[in-house]
């Protein structure tokens, strides 16, 4: 399959992990930073709606976007769709004092991916459960996964590096798009 994508993000680890995991299925990415004003929800397919429709307006053309979130079981699934705005705050040394340390460090990290083809929103979303760790390990440049172990590993996202791209929720939800897109009719 030889795609060609727009993907809508700020983030250019989010952008680059994306061109990685789609590139090996011969999905061709164009990656574009562009900051968005998220909704400030705990709805995340609300937010990624949203994201999806403010860059449509920039570029007119078929795109996608996601938004990955953590959910604490000790808060009762929140930030969810805030998460940006609890890591920005917290960072990992605080975020790990308050959620890593206590009996419940239980937390699901989820994307979802929002694809706008011009006519209409197709979501897809990835889960993966795990647990938030004691203390910050590996490198702490892609926000929260230097704090996210998933469940039956040792290590931190950031620890297992490319082995994320295989297990990881953003993983789970590109593969449910590269499904749609196969069985999606094409224009010749």
């Known amino acids: ?6 993907f809508v993000s700020r983030n250019p680890h989010k952008i ?7 590139g090996s299925l011969h999905i061709d990415v164009r990656g574009t930073e562009l900051a968005i004003e998220e909704l400030q929800t705990t709805d995340s397919k609300n ?4 994201k999806a429709l403010k860059a449509f307006r920039t ?7 996601e938004h990955t979130g953590l959910y604490l079981a000790q808060m009762n699934g929140l930030p969810g769709g805030l ?3 609890f890591w920005d705050t917290l960072k990992a040394e ?3 004092d308050l959620f890593g340390r206590g009996q419940t460090t239980a937390v699901e990290a989820k994307t ?5 083809d011009g006519k209409r929103f197709h979501f897809f979303e990835g889960t993966i459960a795990g647990k938030i760790a004691a203390a910050p390990k590996g490198p702490p440049d892609f926000q929260w996964d230097c704090v996210f172990v998933p469940d039956g590993w040792t290590q931190t996202f ?5 082995a994320k791209n295989e297990i990881s929720m953003r993983r789970k939800a590109l593969d449910k798009f590269v499904s749609f897109l196969k069985d999606a009719p094409h224009e010749s």
């Open 16 to 22: 680059a992990e994306t061109k990685k995991i789609l």
């Open 94 to 96: 605080r975020f790990c």
């Open 83 to 85: 998460t940006q705005i």
């Open 47 to 50: 937010l990624v709606r949203d």
């Open 158 to 162: 950031a620890e297992l590096g490319d």
């Open 59 to 65: 570029y007119a053309e078929p795109l996608f976007v």
């Open 112 to 116: 979802i991916l929002c694809y706008l």
């Open 1 to 6: 399959m030889n795609v060609q994508l727009r």
